[in-house]
T-cell receptor, first 109, second 114 residues
Framework: GQQLNQSPQSMFIQEGEDVSMNCTSS?????WLWYKQEPGEGPVLLIALYKAGELTSNGRLTAQFGITRKDSFLNISASIPSDVGIYFCAGFHGNKLVFGAGTILRVKS | ETGVTQSPTHLIKTRGQQVTLRCSSQSGHNTVSWYQQALGQGPQFIFQ???????GRGNFPPRFSGLQFPNYSSELNVNALELDDSALYLC?????????????FGPGTRLTVL
């Protein structure tokens, strides 16, 4: 079945640093979504991407839908302590939303 | 606009029992999906409901079943619980048959099977 390979697995960065994480797949996806999940809560949608090559920003977050439709990246600029959490990429394949394994982000203030 | 809600928040069951989890979709959304999230992993798609019918299923056995009601709310039923069913169960809703593929999640139900 479809699999998303998300990297890095975890990051421990200094407050103020920029963060970059990415997701690749062997299959083509028509939509890429990036979510953030905090302990004890459901994933919260950060950014949705619909077209190959699309670059979308949401505040300090920027995400891109790869040209091949098999990859996406998420950047967070000037990280702050509340950015801590697990970030998931996800892609729609038909009705099914497939998730990566997540990137754990820790921020040192 | 009301978001996705789920009940209960936590549940403890013993092996072999049955459980029903409930979800109310976000207003304006007619499609509900259920996911299982084991500790340290990403959510895994269980199935999706649209117009009260199952409309897509992941790799889960038949003892995982569901319902969708006319008001678009949904239930997830799991029979003959196993220890490995312990997980966070997430419900998500979206508007089907639109260009908007954004899917919004509820807070989840934490199921523990002893």
């Amino acid at each position: 079945g479809q699999q998303l390979n998300q990297s890095p697995q975890s990051m421990f960065i200094q407050e103020g640093e920029d963060v970059s994480m990415n997701c690749t797949s062997s299959s083509i996806f028509n939509t890429w979504l990036w979510y953030k999940q905090e302990p004890g809560e459901g994933p919260v949608l950060l950014i949705a991407l619909y077209k190959a090559g699309e670059l979308t920003s949401n505040g300090r977050l920027t995400a891109q839908f790869g040209i091949t439709r098999k990859d996406s990246f998420l950047n967070i600029s000037a990280s702050i302590p509340s950015d801590v959490g697990i970030y998931f990429c996800a892609g729609f394949h038909g009705n099914k939303l497939v998730f990566g394994a997540g990137t754990i982000l820790r921020v040192k203030s | 606009e009301t978001g996705v809600t789920q009940s209960p928040t936590h549940l403890i069951k013993t092996r072999g029992q049955q459980v029903t989890l409930r979800c109310s979709s976000q207003s304006g959304h007619n499609t509900v999906s259920w996911y299982q999230q084991a500790l340290g992993q990403g959510p895994q798609f269980i199935f999706q409901y649209y117009r009260e019918e199952e409309n897509g299923r992941g790799n889960f056995p038949p003892r995982f079943s569901g319902l969708q009601f006319p008001n678009y709310s949904s239930e997830l039923n799991v029979n003959a619980l196993e220890l490995d069913d312990s997980a966070l169960y997430l419900c998500a809703s979206r508007r089907r048959l639109s260009e908007d593929n954004e899917q919004f999640f509820g807070p989840g139900t934490r199921l523990t099977v002893l």
